[in-house]
């Protein structure tokens, strides 16, 4: 489909501190410019925020990923919301390419905050009209949203990367049960089968993998780990040892959320059946702390498809998470 231009006048598109790069890619791939947003803190940490152009009945997009500084990239997306609206925007649209807080989906302890469900009626308190995301950590996280939210996939730009590359003889396997399903879905579009680890949580950084689900390994020669997130490594790391065991001698990491903390990156990158970690740009890397086996792909071009066709009242059915 070929997509009209957006009137550059009638929209604007702003961006947080956490992740400008995408920001300007999404505005670049939309035709339209990045507006300046204006940032100091007060002598007792206050945040101070300007939006640096008019927002009066016009359309307002705000980028801004929930990545470490956690609390302070989602209090500033807050705040860049209730500003647009308070100034009149017509529509205040949050495009949030990593929600982080997703992980927070169930209450699986007494007294404890189901987060994402708490930050999505945040982001509407605040004056948000719509949300637009990618790859949230578990579907029943986009039912704590009273407002439209679009989570998207990034499985097309997975698949451009591989359409070139002979996968014969590859399995694509999931860490565990809860991502099973969308990695089912991308073996699906790769006519390659799929497995899925056992997996047991003993605490934020260390798993159990007891053995795997699904498609026999033994056999595959390579392997695809398919996950939305990679943050220590830690569940990678496992499924690496079980994949071995089993014969694997090559695997690919594919992930669309690349957070990689305490040193996450390098402890699979040191693991030499481990040829290649791909994953987007939703999350922020310096080049400073990119590794040679590390490849980034950008999702910019789905967002702004996206942008286009919600601004455009058109479907945005094919770029939709749980689509086939």
């Known amino acids: ?25 999404i505005a670049a791939e939309l035709g339209v410019p990045l507006e300046k947003t204006h940032h100091k803190k007060f002598s007792n940490d206050n945040m101070y925020i300007q939006l640096g152009a008019s927002v009066r009945y016009r359309r307002v997009y705000i980028v801004q990923s929930l990545t470490p500084p956690v609390n302070d990239n989602l209090m500033e997306l807050l705040m860049m919301i209730d500003i647009a609206r308070d100034a009149a925007a017509s529509e205040v649209h949050a495009i949030i390419p990593y929600y982080s807080f997703g992980r927070s989906d169930k209450k699986d302890a007494p007294r404890i905050s189901i987060t994402a469900r708490l930050v999505a009626d945040l982001l509407k308190t605040a004056g948000a009209t719509h949300v637009m995301s990618m790859m949230f950590h578990s579907p029943q996280v986009h039912g704590f949203f009273h407002i439209p939210t679009d989570p998207l996939s990034s499985r097309p730009v997975f698949q451009k990367y591989l359409e070139d590359r002979d996968m014969n003889g590859t399995i694509i396997v999931a860490p565990d049960m809860g991502q099973a399903k969308s990695a089912a879905r991308f073996a699906k579009s790769l006519s390659l089968p799929v497995a899925a680890g056992n997996k047991e949580r003993v605490s934020d950084t260390k798993v159990i993998i007891s053995g795997l689900v699904g498609n026999q390994v033994k056999g595959h020669k390579r392997a695809l780990i398919y996950d939305d997130e990679i943050a220590t490594g830690g569940s990678i790391a496992e499924l690496t040892r079980v994949l071995i065991k089993e014969g694997v001698k090559e695997i690919l990491v594919m992930c669309t959320h690349g957070v990689f903390t ?29 590794h040679p086996k590390l490849t980034i792909l950008s999702v910019a071009k789905i967002f702004a498809d996206s942008i286009g066709h919600n601004f455009n009242r058109e479907s945005i059915g094919d770029l939709f998470v749980f689509g086939e």
């Open 1 to 25: 489909m070929t997509q009209r231009p957006i009137p550059a006048d009638e929209v604007r598109v702003f961006s947080g501190r956490s992740n400008k790069p995408l920001a300007q890619s």
């Open 262 to 290: 305490r040193g996450g990156l390098e402890k699979l990158a040191a693991i030499p059946q481990i040829k290649e970690i791909v994953t987007t740009d939703t999350v922020h890397i310096p080049k400073r702390k990119r």
